[in-house]
């Protein structure tokens, strides 16, 4: 019986030895990642983006910015000059970036594509060759993704989609080299709500999307996932409409006639705003199942009670509970409360979705342009391809190298009335991680191999 006894001891003292040598050895590796230290990011509380100004007279690195600023959709590129401002004004405060032997404060330089393909192609060339900007962000639409990244295939310039998702924009047929899309992509969204939603008792879906690729693909990846995790699930009903729509009764007439119990879009501003509110007008209270679907004045709008139980799959959330997310929530909310018009309404209120992803996204960015050591589009590529990268959240974002998309871990939240976040609107609360096996951006065998690291 001793014998044994001290057996067990010995085998428990050999297994936790083990452990700790197995934990070890993932924190070391971990620590050799870099990533967002918010510790280390400026005293934000004199940043406001409504006021922020191009540093003058040094050495920049130029980025072009492409969205629309003016036109329906106008909202777009007022969210992603913030978040391009916040990190700049933090990078620059600390000196800039260090490329070419030297540091260099950034530079946004602004396209307004109206929203438009044509005017989209335009302002790329533009940003291209009479601005000679170092490198291309944006676009909100995968439409128009795919016209700049043409573009910044012609003209050799590292060109960032940070938010726009359709596959088909870096499959085979589209790839180039110069894209990169440090977001997550239509089909890691829909299998990560469809995961989501097999522990839920819903089981009636009406898909609703914007008719053009992304809305397509999107609606296909979420049949696709509802057979691989709620195979009992059905749909009972799927329509798409035209962008910057005006008028969603029509649409969620039917929606009342279908017997759904889920609403399930990716529909995007000004759209997704405006369907909430129809819903919920018509007396359809139904959860939308979104990504974009996270405005606050819209969920102020409409009344707290109305919001809650709306469901957001994301690469970012504000709810997440960890020391590093909750450290920069507040420092976001804090550099806010001194912004102004148009940004000093609850829709800014706090980093939501985009705001925090496309945040991370740009210290990844710059965290890649420095340590490749110059903007040369070769040189970045070469050190983009398969990195990793710690964000916000303290997770791990991996670029893959084959087709640059990311592998990370997802959230879906679930909007809560009363939360800690808004007074007099549902927003983030309960948040469900969900694990990158399970919502993976499939890799076209047409670029499988393509680079070996």
């Not at 197995?22 to 940043?47: E, L, Q, R």
């Not at 799927?238 to 969603?248: G, R």
Request: hydrophobic share 40%; aromatic share 12%.
């Amino acid at each position: 019986m001793m014998r044994e006894v001290r057996f067990s001891r010995v085998m428990a003292a050999w297994c936790l030895t083990v452990a700790l040598v197995f934990c070890c050895g993932i924190m070391a590796a971990n620590a050799d990642v870099p990533g967002v230290d918010v510790s280390k990011i400026s005293d934000m509380t004199k940043f406001n983006p409504a006021t922020y100004e191009n540093p003058s007279g040094v050495d920049t690195i130029k980025v072009g910015l492409i969205d629309a600023f003016s036109g329906p959709a106008a909202g777009n590129g007022q969210i992603y000059w913030m978040t391009n401002a916040f990190v700049a004004y933090d990078l620059n405060a600390r000196g800039g970036v260090m490329v070419d032997g030297k540091r260099k404060m950034i530079e946004i330089v602004k396209g307004d594509n109206q929203g438009k393909a044509a005017q989209t192609k335009k302002v790329s060339e533009k940003l291209c060759l009479e601005d000679k900007v170092d490198l291309l962000w944006g676009n909100s639409g995968s439409h128009l993704c795919l016209i700049t990244q043409n573009v910044a295939k012609k003209y050799k310039t590292v060109y960032v989609n940070p938010h726009s998702q359709s596959e088909s924009t870096m499959n085979a047929d589209n790839f180039n080299r110069y894209t990169f899309r440090p977001c997550l992509t239509s089909t890691q969204f829909a299998h990560a709500m469809a995961y989501y939603f097999k522990t839920r008792p819903e089981r009636k879906f009406y898909i609703l999307n914007q008719d053009y690729s992304f809305g397509h693909d999107l609606a296909e990846q979420f049949k696709d996932g509802l057979k691989k995790y709620v195979p009992d699930a059905t749909i009972v009903g799927e329509s798409f409409h035209p962008l910057f729509l005006k008028d969603f009764a029509p649409y969620v007439t039917k929606i009342t006639a279908s017997d759904a119990e889920v609403i399930f879009t990716g529909d995007w501003k000004p759209d997704a705003e405006n369907l909430l509110k129809t819903t919920r007008q018509l007396g359809v209270n139904l959860p939308v199942a979104n990504i974009y679907v996270t405005d606050a004045t819209a969920y102020k709008a409409i009344g707290g009670p109305a919001g809650v139980g709306c469901v957001n799959v994301f690469d970012y959330t504000i709810s997440l509970d960890r020391p590093s997310n909750n450290a920069f929530v507040k420092l976001f909310h804090e550099s806010w409360k001194g912004w102004t018009h148009p940004y000093n309404t609850v829709q800014y209120k706090w980093p939501g979705t985009v705001y925090g992803q496309t945040i991370n996204s740009n210290y990844w960015l710059y965290s890649v342009i420095e340590r490749a050591g110059t903007t040369d589009a070769d040189k970045v590529i070469e050190t983009w391809e398969g990195d990793q990268f710690r964000v916000i959240t303290g997770g791990i974002m991996k670029m893959r190298a084959d087709d640059h998309q990311i592998i990370q871990e997802l959230f879906a939240t679930v909007y809560e009335f009363p939360n800690k976040f808004q007074e007099d609107a549902a927003y983030c609360g309960a948040v469900t991680v969900i694990p990158p096996e399970f919502c993976q951006a499939p890799l076209d065998p047409g670029l499988k191999g393509r680079v070996t690291k």
